[in-house]
């Protein structure tokens, strides 16, 4: 089974933990999505502006 992207929704976490799934997103060149309805701020900013290739909901509020 080959992983393609992940679904992130979090209103934060602990930065360093966020560093390290921000490198496997690099690493396996995954997709990042936040979907509508869900959130993305602090750590989980850097893990979705960790790619090249990105999906966001409207409405979806994702930054740092």
Same mark, same amino acid.
């Given at each position: 089974? $080959?992983?393609?992207? &992940?679904? =992130? ?5 602990? !930065?360093? *933990?966020?560093?390290?799934? %921000?490198?496997?997103?690099?690493d #396996?060149? =995954?997709?990042?999505?936040v $979907?509508?309805? !869900?959130?993305?701020? !602090? %750590?989980? #900013?850097? &893990?979705? %502006? @960790?790619t *090249?290739?990105?999906? &966001?909901? =409207?409405?979806? +509020? @994702?930054? +740092?």
């Amino acid at each position: 089974v $080959q992983i393609a992207g &992940i679904r =992130l929704n979090s209103d934060g976490g602990i !930065s360093a *933990e966020g560093d390290e799934m %921000a490198k496997v997103v690099r690493d #396996f060149k =995954l997709i990042t999505v936040v $979907q509508n309805g !869900s959130i993305c701020a !602090s %750590a989980c #900013f850097n &893990i979705f %502006a @960790a790619t *090249e290739r990105i999906a &966001i909901g =409207l409405g979806s +509020p @994702a930054g +740092p």
